[in-house]
């Protein structure tokens, strides 16, 4: 069975990559078609644009996640295979209705769809169309996160295997994808198995030659706190906005938490200065990780 390493970016998934070499080693990359998002490096926008496949203008994480993945290939010394499915000003438009009317949605607590669209999807159609056999695939799940794990698995089937969707072409009117069900990948949990703490992951990082953004994810991700999502807004104005201006014309216009709208919290006024460690993982998601 081969296996996969499926990395984010992040501490967690980058010390995977070193500490248990796989036969692959994924990452899929958030883009957006917004200019003003645009990656400043003209030279790296291509090195990317020719790793996807596909145009590279930017991406709605932190822009330091290029650096990472570039300094981390480097360090480990195996290829990491870059994938990138729709942009995503792509894919918060969504069809509905019997008349097919395009409407725009942004991920939230009801409708996590980004994740499953810019992460799991892209890596799932590169499996389909490189590997189509079960793999291992690793799980960067740290020693303090048995539940989630036991959640995982709990998902699989009698064999311990997780079963996915990947698109295998497109219906007879050429209007839709045609999609089957594969038994994709046995996960497991290194991190787990070994007692592998976020302490020793933090440690390890801190004298490597690898870059990483102060956090991962993307800036203006749901599941960040009012008070971050504010502090994000400050570090990356640009794509902060990118935000603010898509919820302003989409379904989801009335806020994602009890009202709050991302507009409202760049307009909030801080009460104290904050500063890049009052924050923490649990003030975030986990795609990230």
């Not at 069900?181 to 490597?208: A, H």
Request: include cysteine; glycine fraction near 6%; aromatic fraction near 12%.
């Amino acid at each position: 069975m081969k296996t996969v390493n499926s990395l984010s970016g992040g501490k967690t998934s980058s010390y995977i990559a070193k500490h248990y070499p796989a036969d692959h080693n994924i990452f899929a990359l958030v883009r957006t078609d917004d200019v003003n998002c645009m990656f400043p490096d003209k030279k790296l926008r291509q090195i990317v644009s020719d790793k996807i496949g596909k145009e590279f203008i930017g991406t709605l994480e932190m822009d330091d996640i290029i650096y990472t993945m570039l300094d981390l290939e480097q360090f480990i010394g195996q290829e990491i295979t870059w994938v990138s499915g729709q942009s995503f000003d792509e894919i918060i438009i969504r069809r509905s209705g019997e008349n097919g009317n395009l409407r725009k949605y942004l991920p939230n607590v009801v409708l996590r769809f980004c994740t499953q669209e810019m992460k799991v999807r892209p890596i799932n159609d590169w499996w389909f169309e490189n590997v189509k056999e079960t793999v291992e695939m690793r799980i960067g799940f740290r020693a303090n996160e048995m539940n989630r794990a036991k959640s995982m698995i709990e998902k699989c089937d009698e064999n311990q295997i997780l079963w996915d969707k990947a698109i295998i072409g497109k219906t007879k009117t050429g209007n839709k994808n045609k999609w089957k069900s594969f038994p994709m990948r046995k996960p497991v949990f290194p991190l787990i198995d070994d007692s592998i703490f976020k302490d020793k992951i933090e440690e390890y990082w801190k004298d490597k030659p690898v870059r990483f953004a102060y956090k991962n994810n993307c800036v203006g991700c749901f599941h960040r706190n009012e008070m971050l999502l504010k502090h994000m807004s400050e570090k990356e104005p640009n794509k902060f906005d990118w935000f603010v201006e898509q919820e302003k014309t989409s379904r989801s216009n009335r806020g994602w938490r009890m009202g709050i709208t991302y507009e409202k919290i760049k307009k909030f006024k801080s009460q104290f200065d904050l500063f890049d460690d009052d924050f923490n993982d649990c003030d975030s998601g986990y795609c990230g990780l």
